[in-house]
């Protein structure tokens, strides 16, 4: 899979010109789960974190949150992969 990460806060180190992200690894977690946890709380340790359920794009910081199921094939022209 081939996969392209964006960001845009310019402040992190995985940060890189082109609003590319260059970890190895994200994780996108819901607000809430977020404002909850210490930031040692991250993606090395995801396979034991319990998923959670956003509900809409406005409850995470993931712009490309599509709900799961509805038959959506590309939201705000980004193409959901496979």
């Given amino acids: 899979m081939n996969q ?6 310019n402040d ?6 082109g609003n590319k ?9 819901t607000d809430q789960f977020s404002s909850q946890q210490p ?7 995801a396979s ?3 998923p959670s359920q ?6 995470t910081c993931c712009k490309s949150y599509v709900p ?3 038959g959506k094939i590309t939201a ?3 193409t959901k992969m496979s």
């Fill in 39 to 45: 930031d040692r709380i991250d993606a090395s340790m």
């Fill in 68 to 70: 799961k199921g509805s």
């Fill in 48 to 50: 034991q974190l319990t």
């Fill in 54 to 59: 956003a509900g809409n794009c406005m409850s």
């Fill in 4 to 9: 392209h990460i964006h960001c845009i806060v």
């Fill in 76 to 78: 705000d022209n980004i």
């Fill in 21 to 29: 992200c260059e970890a190895n690894e994200i994780l996108v977690a």
């Fill in 12 to 17: 992190c180190h995985y940060w890189a010109q």
